[in-house]
């Protein structure tokens, strides 16, 4: 035997050592593992949702909302543009108009948003002071700078209505469920989740999770951070605005501060589900906003505090242009924070906005709470940070900053997520398949194996060990690298074994017709291989293309599969090509067998 050889079966012997030893892990339940072994090899073969069980999920993503969003955000740019249109300010000034120019715009023209009944119209209504102004509005102008609204009644009068385009909200609403859909993965991915299924329905607005293996004990996180809205706003905190006479008599357990930062407040348990329902009472004007946030404590009222906060409506800058996030640590109270960094879009708004307010308070609003509303010192550039405040246990503030930190950088939801269906499925769900499904997979392996040595004699005998080869390199690859194994993985691994046994069996056809025609055993052998390897390559070939596709666009249990079948075309080219003939190699030269018993 030549050198080559040799080094060829220290290949073919170190494969299946190291296949064994990235396998052992998983099998250490029938086959105690040695400790040095589980140090080494970390990984393994996690079962799916359909063996193991896990949690199931299922969310109505509201569309209403993320649609009554996008509109605001559009009624607030019409506001603007009207005060170009009745000659208030020139059209290159529209982004820069100040506090002064703008209450003169809405002295002329007033926007209001308007909901109407069954909340499904998301409609802007302008109401012109004077005709002449309301004349200078069409349906041209109106096409020209807003291509998402339509003219529904009023052109010409001192009262118009614009609604939002019917095929625009249906993109909308399509477009909100597959956003959700690809943040909430990114959310998963981000906590290392292996194998979850993500499925949008956009005609439904729904969303199905499942993720296998989840505990009972991580439940309330997960849940948690999947549905967390995560929409990071800054907002300039109105503080000059006298929001006395907004204030009502309030309820037992409100109280209200009469300084010159007039706001209500609360304290004690569910003292913010008091507070939101006294301010969902008071009349607010279309273009701000009361919202909710942290008081520090009061010993005489008792228990947690919350405070409102007056501030415009729509948000100066968002967390759309978040480049990234951190957990940090405050360097004087040494409490968790999350330090945030923005793209440069993000800190030349961040920088503009607190250039022109210094002096004034930004609220930083995540979802509807303020978490912190500090005095602008200087301009603010690209770097920030949340600071979440003193009121938990600093392992709890700890374990929130991480999880917020998980949800800013997968971004935020485009709308918030209602649950509709919750699920912790137990492994018993997927016994009685698994014992079948393995069953059925063991009974096709071994009725193949048989099959081959009564055929094929002794190159069937190869084939055989070939077979059982790619299936431990198989497993033990899935081992090292952690794969998930669901029941479409195990049809996988029976497929496997097909086409391991097919480039066997075309390899095998050539070696005899090369027998018939009178060559030696060993001629037959070279020439067998040579002439049946581009045959099971083109094979493969087309196989690992569909297992490409499957990957690149199926979810959960298809894309296990795919996997699977991926990572088995690989095994079964290595040891249907490459170890068959080293060990074809030694029945030829080193035995020196002169019939070659192929069937």
Known sequence: MDRGW????????????????????????????????????TNQINPGLDIKGGLRLMYEVEVDEYIRDRRDRIAEQVQRQCGVLIGVVPEEEVDEIDKVKLAEIQQRCKVERVDKEGGAVRAIRITFSNQEDASKLSKTWVK??????????????????????????????????????????????????????????PNDGDIIIEIPGAQESSFERIKSIISRTAQLQFKIVDDESDTRAM???????????????????????????????????????DDR???IGRQDPDPERGGEGWRTYYMNRIADATGEDLDDAAVGF????????????????????????????????????????????????GEIGARGRITLGAYLDRNQLLQEAKDLVVVLQAGALPAPLRPANEQLIGPTLGRDSVKRGALAALVGILLVVVFMAMYYQVAGLVADAMVLLN?????????????????????????????????????????????????????????????????????????????????????GPIKGFATMLLIGIGTSLFTGTFCSKVLFDWLVRGARVQRLRVG
């Not at 909100?176 to 990114?186: D, G, K, L």
């Open 6 to 41: 040799y080094f060829r079966l220290a290949i073919v012997v170190g494969s299946s050592v190291l296949g064994f030893l990235a396998l052992w892990p998983s099998v250490d339940r029938w086959l105690p593992c040695p400790d040095i072994v589980k140090e080494t090899f």
């Open 144 to 201: 020209d700078y807003f291509r998402d609204l339509r003219v529904a009644s009023g052109v010409g009068d001192q009262v118009v209505d614009l609604h939002m385009r019917e095929e625009q909200l249906t993109n909308m609403r399509e477009t909100a469920v597959r956003q959700s859909e690809r943040t909430i993965t990114n959310r998963i991915d981000s906590l290392g989740v292996l194998e979850p299924t993500v499925i949008a329905r």
């Open 247 to 285: 204030f009502t008599t309030p309820p037992e357990g409100i109280y209200l501060n009469a300084d010159s930062q007039n706001f209500a407040e609360a304290f004690g348990e569910d003292a913010r589900d008091r507070l939101r329902a006294y301010v969902a009472t008071l009349a607010v004007p």
């Open 289 to 291: 906003e009361l919202a």
């Open 330 to 377: 405050d360097p004087q109270s040494g409490s968790p924070e999350v330090d945030f960094t923005m793209n440069s879009r993000g800190a030349s708004r961040m920088s503009d906005l607190t250039g022109r307010n210094i002096g004034k308070r930004m609220a930083i609003v995540l979802d509807d709470r303020v978490e912190s509303a500090p005095v602008i010192q």
């Open 471 to 555: 299936l431990q390199l198989l497993l033990g690859i899935m081992s090292g690298i952690g794969a998930t194994l669901t029941l479409p993985g195990v049809a996988a691994i029976a497929l496997t074994v097909g086409m391991a046994v097919d480039a066997n069996v075309l390899i095998t056809e050539r070696i005899r017709e090369e027998l018939r025609l009178g060559k030696s055993p060993r001629s037959a052998v070279e020439q067998g291989y040579a002439r049946a390897y581009s045959s099971v390559f083109d094979s493969q070939l087309t196989t690992a293309i569909a297992g490409i596709v499957l990957w690149q666009f199926g979810t």
